[in-house]
């Protein structure tokens, strides 16, 4: 068959060959693409997850901060409820109120115990893993 033969806007074998050809090309590309597409989703889902265990660490350091600020706060009335009680009573043997002064210092320490962990969360959140000293401080 010559060129005279086929009819006008007849495909001819070289066209059909070179639309297969692009229709393949375009397939793999549109496969690269969905591969990309589905790596993408797969690390916003890993994303996501750490967000969501950065928040939970966060949200529990506040937690343990608020906890601490409420410790701190009764600690310090209680031990001047009892300094000042102790001062005003003219009949007062001074040195009765140790044990609530020793328990309110306790929880002064515990609460600097809880403020040291939050800070760490938080360090570790923003900066990696942070190194703690050995002497707690």
Do not use: C, I
Not at 14 to 39: F, I, N
Not at 55 to 60: F, I, M, V, Y
Not at 62 to 74: I, P, Y
Not at 80 to 109: F, I, K, Q, V
């Amino acid at each position: 068959m010559s060129s005279d033969d086929q009819r006008p806007g007849a495909p001819s074998e070289p066209d059909e060959a070179d639309l297969e050809r692009r229709e393949a090309a375009v397939g793999r590309r549109e496969s690269a693409v969905a591969a990309r597409e589905a790596a993408v989703a797969g690390q916003e889902s890993t994303r996501a997850e750490r967000v969501d265990a950065v928040e939970t660490t966060l949200a529990a350091a506040d937690q343990r901060d608020a906890v601490s600020d409420v410790r701190d706060t009764a600690a310090d009335k209680r031990s001047n409820d009892a300094d000042l009680a102790e001062m005003l009573d003219p009949t007062s043997d001074y040195g009765s109120h140790w044990p609530e002064r020793r328990n309110a210092a306790g929880d002064r320490r515990h609460a600097k115990g809880d403020r040291a962990a939050s800070r760490d969360d938080r360090l570790t959140m923003t900066h990696g893993e942070v190194e703690r000293d050995p002497d707690g401080t």
